[in-house]
Each structure stands twice: as C-alpha cells, then as structure tokens.
C-alpha cells in the first residue's frame, strides 16, 4: 500500500521518524555525558595522585613540606601573582567536580528511568556496589573535601591550633585527642578508593578500552591504583595519630 496515499501509514511513519531521531539524540546525550565524567575524572585522578604526593613530603620534615607548600604558591612568577597557579587550578578542579558531578547525577537519573522490572534481581548486586561506593561515597567525598579545604587550607577549623605553618596544620590536626578527626578522614579516603576503582573501571568502559580481552589487566590497574592512592592519603594523618611524625 501505498504510504502517501495513506494518512495513517504517513502519520506513523513520521511518528517513527520523530522517535528514532529522539532516541539518537538521547544516545548522543550519553555518550557524551559519559565522555565528560570520564575526562573530568581523569583530571581528578591526576589531581588525587599530585597531592598525595605533597602530603607524603611531611615524612621529610617541617622545612620540607613548608617548602614544598610555599614553591607551589610561587609557580608561574613572575608571570603569575602568587597564588596565581593555585586559584587557576583550584577554578579547573571546581568545573571538574561540577561536571563530575552532574553526569553522574543526570545519568543515573536516565538509567533510573529506562530501568526494566526484569533486571532487579539480576542487577542487584551491581547497583548495590555502585550505589554505596558511588552514590554516597560520593556525598561523603562532598562533605570531606568542604571539611578539608577548612581545616588545612583557608585554616578556619583548627582542632589542635590555627598556624601558618601547613606542617603545624596537619601534625595539629590529628593528634590522638582529635581521633574523631582521623576517622572522618579514614573513612572518607576509603571511599575514595572505591570511588576511584569502580571510576576507572567505568571510564575505561566509555572509552571503548574495556574489552573482554583486557578486563584483567584493567581490573588489576584499578585496584592497584586505587590501593596506592588509598594507603599514600591514610599515612600522614595515621603516622600522626600514632606519634610517627610530630
């Protein structure tokens, strides 16, 4: 039969057409949604593993990690103010958290939607992973990171003292009366590391990297990824406590 000569056959062929387009543009939305979360948590990953590696400098002393302190706010003199490098930065990490976060929120708001009632008992055990670790890791990291940018950067909580010091800082911080302090901190960074394993995992996923072939390999550079950021940001804070370092 012919379509023109049929109102109704044309109708639903344009209904079709209109459907197909949607759902091309709703696919395109994801990806690229997924492309986002997967480049912004890149940089945070990036980030996570520099700044582990400034706190680790507090093994080497107070003159070493007020120095190390002191050089970053100095990158880009003359050029830059000081500081300079560090607002630029800190402004980067904001916009990357921000569209860390509303991927996350607008993709699990999607796959909520498009969720059929026949993979809830096959997809629980996944979701429940990615739920805690993911999902309210995430609102612990969020709450973290404001404790954490008031107690050791702008210095407007100060368990054991305000100082100028960034050394005196972090060792005042978590002296053993403080223990309340070191456990926000422990299991904040837990949640950092699972957050980071399954985050790798799934961006190597968006990527188009996570094939059969290669889901060993990946598994085992995430957790090893995920276990060396974990222990290197559990240590300072931890050989204070424990009167390691003073």
Known sequence: MDVGLNPNLKLQAVANSTLTKK??????????????????????????IVHMYGNLKVFSGQAAFDGY?????????PILPESG??????????????????SAAV???????????????????????ASYTMRWGGVLIALFVVFHILHLTTNDIAPGGKSDSPYERLVNGFQPEFWYVTLFYVLAVIAVGFHL?????????????????RQGKINAVAVALAVIVTVGFLLPPLAVTFGLVN
């Open 23 to 48: 759902r091309s543009t709703a696919y395109g939305s994801t990806v690229a949604l997924k492309s986002a979360m997967a480049a912004s948590g890149a940089i945070l990953v990036l980030y996570l």
């Open 69 to 77: 302190a002191h050089a970053l706010r100095e990158i880009g003199s």
């Open 85 to 102: 490098f560090l607002w630029i930065f800190r402004m980067v990490l904001l916009a990357s958290i921000l569209i860390h976060i509303y």
């Open 107 to 129: 993709l699990t708001i999607r796959a909520r939607k498009a969720r059929e009632q026949r993979y809830v008992v096959k997809k629980r055990v996944q979701r429940t992973y």
């Open 197 to 213: 394993r399954h985050g790798i995992w799934s961006g190597m996923a968006t990527l188009g990297v996570n094939k059969a072939s």
